[in-house]
Antibody, heavy 121, light 111 residues
Framework: EVQLVESGGGLVQPGRSLRLSCAAS????????MYWVRQAPGGGLQWVSG????????IYADSVKGRFTISRDNARNSLSLQMNSLRAEDTAFYYC??????????????WGQGTTVTVSS | QTVVTQEPSLTVSPGGTVTLTCASS?????????PNWFQQKPGQAPRALIY???NKHSWTPARFSGSLLGGRAALTLSGVQPEDEAEYYC???????????FGGGTKLTVL
């Protein structure tokens, strides 16, 4: 069974940093792209970032470009999102999502349960 | 900035058929946008239904189908069940800017 377990969320002050992690199991991790998607309270889904199977292609939403960094460790079956210069509008539930293929342009399939990030003073 | 537009809400009777659509501000949606569809129920993580326009995942019920319709991506539910009441999101890939954009979601009511 494919499982994605996010961790690292919490309450952080504006301007500070936070690092999210996602532990993957139940599939061959380095065969697939991975993504982060967020959902503000009561809001819709917003794609944040994606990374191809070998980290050769990395993409970001304009709203986080230059502040967030996605990375993966295929040896440890893990995905990370380093979030710097956090803003109130980054407050959301963050989901780790498995890609449907190795590249970052096929889409997504299995979702984790998410972790909450709250940016507030 | 690409905007992806979905119907805010739709209502369908049990056993009926309904089509949800997904339009892009950049023009007609084609297979190159790799349309994906997701279902989300309150308090739950989204669940993938369709990828690359019309391909179903192994867990996707047969009553769900994806297609292109009149320059939009479309999700059709045939023989709607009460448990299909949920929020549905489409997702489109913008190859020009190498990013993904979700639609605002369609709240489907089964009544």
């Amino acid at each position: 069974e494919v499982q994605l377990v996010e961790s690292g969320g919490g309450l952080v002050q504006p301007g500070r940093s936070l690092r999210l992690s996602c532990a993957a199991s139940g599939f061959t991790f380095d065969d697939y792209a991975m993504y982060w998607v967020r959902q503000a309270p009561g809001g819709g889904l917003q794609w944040v970032s994606g990374i191809s199977w070998n980290s050769g292609n990395i993409i970001y939403a304009d709203s986080v470009k230059g502040r967030f960094t996605i990375s993966r460790d295929n040896a440890r079956n893990s995905l990370s999102l380093q979030m710097n210069s956090l803003r109130a509008e980054d407050t959301a539930f963050y989901y780790c999502v498995k890609g449907s293929a190795a590249g970052t342009h096929y889409g997504m399939d299995v979702w984790g349960q998410g972790t909450t990030v709250t940016v507030s003073s | 900035q690409t905007v992806v537009t979905q119907e805010p809400s739709l209502t369908v009777s049990p056993g009926g058929t309904v089509t949800l659509t997904c339009a892009s501000s950049t023009g007609a949606v084609t297979s190159a946008y790799y349309p994906n569809w997701f279902q989300q129920k309150p308090g739950q993580a989204p669940r993938a239904l369709i990828y690359s326009t019309g391909n179903k995942h192994s867990w996707t019920p047969a009553r769900f189908s994806g297609s292109l319709l009149g320059g939009r991506a479309a999700l059709t539910l045939s023989g709607v069940q009460p448990e299909d009441e949920a929020e549905y999101y489409c997702l489109l890939y913008n190859g020009g800017s190498s990013n993904w954009v979700f639609g605002g979601g369609t709240k489907l009511t089964v009544l």
